[in-house]
């Protein structure tokens, strides 16, 4: 997306149903142990991107979490190129609290 707000991926988060396995793959895969783990997720620092696993329910898709300058400003491009969204993006005050993700918008649809 040319001039996008969206800066860089900070990390990408794979569904699986079998966690112990997977992180046994990735890990082995990416020669890194897991920096992050509970019985539902785990995460493994690989670089500049980290790639976290999760078994959690109702995840069937992977999640990317993106960085940007102003999240106002993103949601409005994302849904000018077609992106549609559950519901609004949360307030300025609650994101500059904490890191904030796709799912806290709801699943992001194309047009």
């Known amino acids: 997306m040319p001039d996008s707000p969206l800066t860089r991926v900070e990390s990408i988060v794979f569904p699986t149903r079998d966690i112990d396995g997977s992180l046994a793959l990735w890990?082995?895969?990416?020669?890194?142990?897991?920096?992050?783990r509970t019985d539902d997720f785990a995460s493994l620092d690989a670089g500049d991107v980290s790639s976290g696993l999760t078994q959690a329910p109702g995840r069937?898709?992977?999640?990317?979490?993106?960085?940007?300058?102003?999240?106002?400003?993103?949601?409005?491009?994302?849904?000018?190129?077609?992106?549609?969204?559950?519901?609004?993006?949360?307030?300025?005050?609650?994101?500059?609290?904490?890191?904030?993700?796709?799912?806290?918008?709801?699943?992001?649809?194309?047009?």
């Open 27 to 36: 890990s082995a895969a990416l020669g890194r142990e897991a920096s992050f």
């Open 60 to 111: 069937e898709e992977p999640v990317v979490f993106w960085s940007c300058d102003d999240i106002e400003e993103a949601h409005r491009a994302l849904s000018a190129a077609g992106a549609g969204t559950t519901r609004s993006p949360p307030p300025v005050r609650w994101v500059m609290k904490r890191s904030i993700s796709p799912s806290d918008f709801g699943p992001l649809r194309t047009a």
